[in-house]
Nanobody, 123 residues
Framework: QVQLVESGGGLVQAGGSLRLSCAAS????????MGWFRQAPEKAREFVSA????????YYADSVKGRFTISRNNAKNTVYLQMNNLKPEDTAVYYC????????????????WGQGTQVTVSP
């Protein structure tokens, strides 16, 4: 089993920055990927960013390209999402996900999910 714990959410003004962390424990997978999704109130969960160990591939939603950066610390088994130039549209609960993934941008391909961390961006 895999457990994921997110942290780093908070309230910031537009243009500010936050760094989210996702610490993973448990087994890894043959096509191990970790990703970030977000869900605003009354909206569907959407893909934000992901990275996969095989091939060192990274993926970003068009809405966050150039503003968000995903990275990892292998020693800490932790993935980070650096969020710069935040906009009110970024307000959502952010979820970390992990699994043996074939399509890193699709939420159904992930098996494990964190509890979520709230990000609120004021105008």
């Amino acid at each position: 089993q895999v457990q994921l714990v997110e942290s780093g959410g908070g309230l910031v003004q537009a243009g500010g920055s936050l760094r989210l962390s996702c610490a993973a424990s448990g087994r890894t997978f043959s096509r191990y990927c970790m990703g970030w999704f977000r869900q605003a109130p009354e909206k569907a969960r959407e893909f934000v960013s992901a990275m996969c160990w095989s091939g060192d591939s990274t993926y970003y939603a068009d809405s966050v390209k150039g503003r968000f950066t995903i990275s990892r610390n292998n020693a800490k088994n932790t993935v980070y999402l650096q969020m710069n130039n935040l906009k009110p549209e970024d307000t959502a609960v952010y979820y970390c996900a992990a699994g043996d993934v074939y399509i890193a941008t699709e939420e159904y391909d992930y098996d494990y999910w964190g509890q979520g961390t709230q990000v609120t961006v004021s105008p």
